[in-house]
């Protein structure tokens, strides 16, 4: 199954390495789900992740955080969204990439558990981690 996963889901992975997040990024190291990214994406999550607050709060070496964000490419798929022209905008214009992704990827679901996404979940299909992982990664 292809999925975009929110940058917000992959940094909730590293500060609880037992939850939904969490149990949805390693579903994606572990090859059961196949990930839809983009280039807009992949700086978002080394720029949210260098943030010295950041930094301090998930306790990783630098080491570990450029293996983790090193993993996450090496497993996405990359969908250019350049020129992709949304039928509709964000709330939260910044959240637009994410948007562009699902549509540009074919993706089966959006993952997120930002507000300005699920709203847009009657037109799309966008989750929350904890429906998701209780819909299709439950034991």
């Known amino acids: 199954m292809l999925v975009?996963?929110?940058?917000?889901?992959f940094i909730s992975a590293i500060f609880k390495f037992a939850g939904n997040p969490?149990?949805?990024v390693t579903n994606v190291f572990n090859g059961n789900l196949a990930l839809a990214l983009s280039y807009q994406q992949i700086m978002e999550i080394k720029n949210t992740l260098s943030y010295p607050k950041i930094k301090k709060l998930i306790r990783l070496?630098?080491?570990e955080l450029a293996d983790y964000i090193a993993e996450i490419e090496?497993?996405?798929r990359i969908y250019d969204i350049t020129n992709l022209i949304l039928p509709v905008e964000?709330?939260?214009k910044k959240d637009n990439?994410?948007?562009?992704?699902l549509i540009a990827s074919d993706a089966e679901y959006l993952i997120t558990g930002d507000k300005d996404l699920l709203c847009l979940a009657d037109k799309y299909p966008i989750v929350a981690p904890a429906n998701f992982v209780d819909k299709y990664l439950q034991l």
Do not use: K, P
């Open 61 to 63: 070496t630098d080491t």
């Open 22 to 24: 969490a149990n949805i």
């Open 90 to 92: 964000c709330r939260d």
């Open 97 to 101: 990439y994410l948007l562009a992704t």
């Open 74 to 76: 090496l497993l996405g």
């Open 4 to 9: 975009v996963i929110d940058t917000n889901v």
